[in-house]
């Protein structure tokens, strides 16, 4: 995300897309993102392929406990984010996407900062 000029890209499928490849396998779905790579870019796989350092592929379908799921912004998403951010007793805390209220506006992004901040609130309490 702009300011930072870090190399990294993120993508996802959800909805039906994703429900259809799961179980894939993580050699189908780099195949298939370096592939939409290809065609985003006007490139050939091979030129992707060749400027790829490392990848990670997480299906999130198959992932316990997450099941595919994703949020999205309601009407008390605000009231619920504040509730979700408040540690239970200083022993439960919460981290994710739907959680974060931060600038980071992608899924992945806001994950990462939402779970940073989780990190800084344990700090402070348990040092």
Known sequence: QSPAE???LAGWLGGPGAR???NAGDSILHRLAIESLANI???PASFITSAL???KIVDWNITPYVNGAYSYAG???KEARRLLQTPVENTLYFAGEAIS???APGAVEAALESA???VQAMDTVYG
């Open 101 to 103: 209220s931060g600038k």
């Open 20 to 22: 259809a490849l799961k």
């Open 6 to 8: 870090s190399c990294i």
């Open 41 to 43: 870019f006007s490139k």
């Open 116 to 118: 940073w901040n989780v």
């Open 53 to 55: 350092v490392a990848y």
């Open 75 to 77: 009407v008390r998403t």
